[in-house]
């Protein structure tokens, strides 16, 4: 016998099983084993195949096919209720955070056989009478919810909130969002305190005989009080719990391999965002000339709008987070076609005045037009702003494209699933139209041949080339760009501004957030330093870098020159 566990004890010290996750199915499988063949020899002792006996006793199994049908569909409709829950306790409207946050508390504080024996006595006295098994199954139902809740929340809140903030940019909405980007990344935390549910509840389905469900144990009480057989009986239903509750663990495991951003590269070039194909090879997708590319993606002017109009107006904007006021009357225009460089210290407002352009941010006080429009407000009675309600939609419909700082892929898709994803499920542009594209940009931002990799697999350059490439998958009107450099090595730097210099090449209207001198000096159109939330000078490039009017422009440049040397 000890011979033939060492092959499965070396494998599982190699790597050939995942430890410990396989080695309860392995004990219940060779059980299962044994009582299927009717080993009936001198090897296995007869205590031991009177308690192998009762495992295959199909009144005990019975029992077990009724607590996995408790635990199975309470753990369905528990894990519904406690996204809802999860939801709420992250809700910003009135109420909904205190009313989850209370039903929580009340059910985590109250011992789970009280919970159950008072749904079985109070539901009848107001007229909802339900059988001991729907009793059983609403019962753990609502408290799995509040345990749920609670490991969901945690899941999205292990997601960096960054990843929320790159999906609004693209248009998508809320639910979209958590479906598409947030779940996927979340389920790698949520998956092991879910399974640990998952199996508390097969075996907490034991109290379910407090209202008479003739569940396994309730079964195994039953047997004893006709034999006296605790050990023998009990030991059985030992053995069938651990047989099921191993099969969750195996799961667990097997779940947590497809969710892990090192799943294996076969897997992923095998899979495509919206259930097509595999993702086109880089030397399979037809090839484009540059200037196609862009003639392709740069809409350009509106026909219902004049070209000599500005494209983006800015009109006394003021912004505040708390106390702080980051834009004290912000007013900038910018032409079609036209490349903005906003530059100026740490905390002069330039982000906060992109994200306000795509209505990341909501304003405080002015207004902001793209091509005419506002993106995301709308008129109300007696005059003045307000948010529309589909805030989502109006930034679809704005195309505005934007590269953040720190890149914001989407950690779970590939570079090319990347640049996929707001196309397909957002504009609902097919796959096969979109993979070619996305190839296309990939191969123009000098990438396809990592179109399959995952994003901690690239480099900071190479993300942002990603980024930028995804931005432009959705044919972008205005292009935003938050400080596209700023995170990467200075020998990356150069790769990631060869791209956007292409795209000022190409009329792709900008505003660049930029401490790159140099690169302002070549693509710039107009150079705005901003500081203190104010606009301080603005003018072409020559002018404000060379010869800067204002002592604080002065000292920013000569600061900068500094750091650069």
């Known amino acids: 016998m ?58 005990l199994l019975d029992g077990a096919l009724t607590a996995v049908e408790i635990a199975a569909l309470a753990m369905v409709g528990g894990v519904i209720l406690g996204l809802g829950l999860a939801l709420m306790r992250l809700s910003r409207l009135p109420l909904l955070p205190g009313t989850a946050w209370f039903y929580i508390w009340f059910i985590r504080g109250t011992p789970l056989i009280l919970q159950l024996v008072f749904l079985y006595d109070a539901l009848p006295v107001v007229g909802i009478r339900l059988d001991s098994f729907t009793t059983a199954v609403v019962g753990f139902m609502l408290n799995e919810a509040a345990f749920s809740a609670e490991i969901i929340r945690g899941g999205i809140l292990s997601v960096d909130r960054k990843q929320s903030l790159a999906a609004a940019s693209f248009g998508m909405g809320p639910f979209l969002t958590l479906r598409r980007i947030i779940l996927p990344q979340a389920m790698r935390a949520i998956l092991p305190g879910m399974a640990n549910q998952t199996i508390s509840m097969i075996k907490g389905t034991s109290i379910a005989s407090v209202i008479f469900v003739n569940e396994l144990t309730f079964r195994s009480q039953q047997i004893v009080g006709q034999n006296f057989k605790f050990f023998t009986v009990f030991a059985a239903a030992g053995i069938i719990y651990l047989v099921l509750t191993s099969a969750v663990a ?45 003639d392709s993606l740069q809409t350009g002017r509106s026909e219902d709008s004049a070209s000599d109009l500005p494209f983006v107006v800015c009109r006394n904007l003021q912004k505040s987070y708390g106390d702080k006021e980051i834009l004290r009357g912000i007013d900038l225009s910018v032409q079609r076609g036209e490349v903005v460089v906003l530059m100026g210290p740490s905390g002069s407002g330039k982000s906060t005045l992109l994200r306000l352009v795509n209505h990341l941010e909501q304003l405080d006080w002015g207004e902001i037009t793209v091509d005419g429009k506002y993106v995301g407000y709308e008129t109300q009675i007696g005059g003045g702003l307000k948010p529309a309600r589909n805030v989502a939609k109006a930034r679809a419909e704005a195309r505005i494209g934007m590269v953040f700082q720190h890149f914001n892929l989407f950690d779970h898709l590939t570079a090319l699933e990347n640049v996929m994803e ?10 096969e139209k979109m993979r070619v594209l996305a190839m296309n940009l990939l191969r123009m931002v000098g990438l396809a041949n990592h179109a399959d990799h995952l994003p901690h697999r690239l480099s ?21 760009f938050d400080e596209p450099t700023s995170a990467l090595d200075p020998e990356l730097v150069g790769e990631v501004l060869a791209v956007i210099r292409r795209l000022a090449e190409a009329g792709m209207t900008m505003i660049v957030v930029t401490h790159e001198v140099r690169f302002a000096r070549e693509v710039a159109d107009r150079v705005v330093f901003m500081d203190d939330g104010l606009i301080v000078e603005q003018g072409p490039p020559e002018e404000v870098l060379d010869h800067p009017k204002q002592e604080r422009t002065q000292r920013f440049l000569r600061m900068v020159e500094q750091q650069a040397s």
């Open 2 to 59: 000890s011979q033939a566990r060492t092959p499965i004890a070396t494998a599982a010290r190699t790597g050939g099983l995942p430890g410990n996750t396989l080695w309860g199915g392995g004990i219940a499988l060779v059980v299962v084993i044994a009582v299927a063949f009717g080993w009936r020899s001198n090897l296995v002792p007869e205590p031991l195949m009177e308690v192998l006996g009762y495992v295959s006793s199909s009144f």
């Open 422 to 431: 707001a196309p397909i499920h957002v504009y609902g542009e097919t796959t």
């Open 460 to 480: 900071g350059g190479q993300q942002q080339r990603v980024a930028i490439a995804r931005a432009l998958a959705i044919s972008p009107r205005l292009m935003l």
């Open 250 to 294: 195996v799961a667990q495991f097997y779940l947590e391999k497809y969710y892990s951003l090192e799943a294996s590269k076969k897997l992923r070039a095998g899979s495509a965002p919206a259930g097509g194909a595999a993702p086109a090879s880089a030397s399979s997708a037809p090839t484009t000339s540059p200037s196609a590319w862009m």
